[in-house]
């Protein structure tokens, strides 16, 4: 039940479930950005070579990583096929009286494919081993220096964990309503989408509701056990920064280093 | 009888939430004048819209009198400075069980209080511990909250306020939403708490549950009616019913045996002495 939608985390223990989620975090960031510098087969030969490390290293079985290609397949497939029809440079490949595939139109399609595939399997190296708490807490940690901006950091976070505590709740009371509703002769399977979209308003109506009544009551509970904003407050939750975070930001350094050098 | 000393002091409070739009007469809650002890078990009883929840809230400044003055110790919850004290005293259970957890794992949440009064974490580790092993959770701690079965989310809502040390434990109703074993597990540990020398406070709408304190305070029509001991109850069983309240097995049986003339003339505590007079009563004819 849970796991449909505590997304994606997996719940195992590796080298990289192990690793500060501040390290992570920044370490993902900066490949998302470095996947666009590579321009030729070497650096994505060694991009690729990463983040297969990196599925080794999180112990996630590869099929997980395969079913979150699903997601982007669609993406891929268009892409592909927009170059390989309307890129016109280089050497004919292909020619019928319709459709003419040019070499670089070819270069273009694979390029833009294992971008997107480099992308999806980093954020879910990300995804895959970083707890949704450890995740906030993260952010928390890397967003604090907006608090001179006046930027509401730690009610943010607040409100990730409290959002992440009760998805499990609201999802049990949904199967609730609904089948409060079906005893009701609701009926939420046939006919066309438009009333299978209409059938949910009374679920929705209800869930509403009583997250409304949810909200009030843990806002009072929260104020009987002295809460007060994030000042003066102290934290259960440290995160500390080890060799392996090190280890993983100059693995990055070494890599962004090759990419450059393989770009000449 | 030990020496007590006031620690709760509710003098001429009248509240509402719209004082501007209401009768005087129509507020919530009208002239409370009341004094709780420290080490007290008292079972405040009224019926449903009574505003024995609203008492409850302005025991530790969720509410603020709208007239009067509710002092805790040396504070009153009338300012601000007053109130983070008094939260600090003063822990609250509330009914829902789901609706005041608000972390992502047991341990989490009972850290929750401790964080909030900025107490340093080397401390906070200990305390959690021990707050875990007073209701039973040891072992849970890394559990979401989502797998726990009522009485455990109730429990640790216990923790969690245990954690913050106060003197004084309110349980807003806590037993009414759990089934027949939490309700027992929530009790014991009301019990247990007493019995270590805290004040527990237990809102009920359940007369049952009044034999289990010390004292019973009944509110009804938005008035203070009745604060006695709860072993006084037994005579007062027709005042029970005219406040639309159930009244306990015992208390029932008694009134009517007295109607088919059977008259238990020494006073009766609980249910366990109720069965000895009538064991004396049967061997007696």
Known sequence: MNSVVI???????????????????????????LIFFANNVESYTLLLFVGLIGVVLSRVSPLLFLRSMKLIIWMILFTTLFHLIFT????????????????????QAAIISVRFILLMVFASLLMFTTSPIDLTDGLESLLSPLRRWKFPVHEFAMMMSIALRFIPTL????????????????DFESGNLYRRVKAYIPVLIPLMISSFRRAEDLATAMEARGYVGGVGRTKLRILSISRSDILLIVSFAIVATALFWMRR | MKHLKSLIELSGVWFDYHPDRQMKEQWALQDINLTIQSGEYV??????????STFARLLNGLFIPTEGEVRVGDFSTSNDLGRFHIRRKVGMVFQNPDNQIVATTVRDDVAFGLENLGVPREEMIPRIKRSLEEVGLVGFENRE?????????QRLAIAGVFAMNPE????????????????????????????????VIHIT?????????????????????LDCPSRDLYNQSNLLERWGLEVPLPIRLRALLKERGVELNEPIGNSDEMVDQIWRYLSKT
Request: charge should be positive.
């Open chain 2, 168 to 199: 004084v434990i309110v349980f807003d109703e806590s037993t009414s939403m759990l089934d027949p074993q939490g309700r027992q597990e929530v009790r014991e540990l009301m019990k247990e708490l007493h019995q270590q020398g805290r004040t």
């Open chain 1, 88 to 107: 016109q440079s280089g050497k004919i490949v292909f020619q019928t009286p319709i459709l003419t595939i040019y070499e670089e139109g070819i270069r």
């Open chain 2, 145 to 153: 909250p989502a797998h726990l079965s009522g009485g455990q989310k």
């Open chain 2, 205 to 225: 709408h359940s007369a049952q549950e009044a034999f289990l304190a010390e004292r019973v305070i009944v509110i009804a029509h938005h008035r203070l009616q």
């Open chain 1, 7 to 33: 997304g994606q985390y997996i719940p195992i223990d590796s080298w990289l479930h192990r690793l500060d989620p501040r390290a992570k975090c920044i370490y993902v960031f900066c490949m998302l950005i």
């Open chain 2, 43 to 52: 079972v405040v009883m009224g019926p449903n819209g009574s505003g024995k």
């Open chain 1, 171 to 186: 999802w049990a009371e949904t199967d609730k309503i609904i089948k409060a509703q079906k005893a009701r002769g609701a």
